[in-house]
């Protein structure tokens, strides 16, 4: 097998011992003599897979009682529609747009309520994140909405927004178990999982409790209700078993490594080794504002288009795959999530310098 480091960002490299112990497992999973993906939702084996996943997270995340955790499907962008049927309870929401993926959720809130547009970085490309300490907040508002990192552009809030009281929503498929978070900051935490946790399939949402109610338009679907996924605990049809089983492996995997803290030292550290080769780089650039910067997804640039391209060939050839940033930004991207180790970040710094000495 060729070895290559995949800078995807999503879906993304996954750890390689979670490959393999499901790999073991792929024919006979704990001598029950099928593979996960043969075996009824609605059996007790499956119930551990669900049951042990969830409390994982919640030690991981240390997620308060009065909040549920939920495995559904549809992906984050499902859930850009799910979010106003549930929570606009006055018909009214607050968006700061930071990327495409904010925008599209603002895009589709407004299908079902106002949306304000209450902060944007549009006027620069997304390159930072804007001032959220005094927004003009909506009386009305039911929640604010970010995207807590920006997967297309790399950037992150490293504050959250002042909400004025008002409940938190936030989007965070890229960032998710990236680093120790305080849940009861947010109304409602979610994300696919395809960036940071597992395979493609699964959206997690983390919902406080109060707001799931029963009493919702007519028009909401019945499995767009969190009401009735909560009720079913996630089981009311057929979940994505085979994504929620590898998603408790991943949970099992960080906590052995010693939990979010360990993991936001590592992410750290591969992030500064990269973005301070960039900063000395004569060749390479990243286009965002320093104190907006990314650790899951570093964009870069050579300022030369046919430039960018060769280097993501040859990157490509040499092993360092899936570099190519995002169609509406062009250059380059390394999307270095928790499962991509220190080694590749080295790896590809060294390739990088090597580039630049060619190509000056
Ligand atoms: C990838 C991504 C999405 C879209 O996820 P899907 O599961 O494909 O719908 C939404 N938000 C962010 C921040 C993302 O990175």
Redesign the pocket.
Known sequence: MNKIYNFS??PACLPKKVLMEAADEMLDYKGCGMSVMEMSHRSSIFQEIIDEAELRLRRLMNIPDNYKVLFLQG????QFAAIPMNLMNNGVADYIVTGQ?AKKAAKEAAKYGKVNIIASSEDKNFSYIPDCEDLCIDENADYVYI?E???IYGTKFWKLPNTKGKDLVA?V??CFLSEPVDVSDYALIY??V??NIGP?GV?IVIIREDLIRDELPDYVPTMLKYKTQSDAGSLYNTPSCYGIYICGKVFKWLEELGGLEAIYDLNKKKAELLYDFLDKSKLFSNPVEKSSRSIMNVTFVTGNEELDKKFVKEASENGFVNLKGHRSVGGMRASIYNAMPYEGVEALVNFMHTFEIKNR
């Not at 992906?75 to 499902?78: E, I, M, Y």
């Open positions: 960002a999503g992906g984050a962008s499902q993926w995207c990192n920006n997967t989007d498929s890229s994300g696919g395809q960036k493609a959206v």
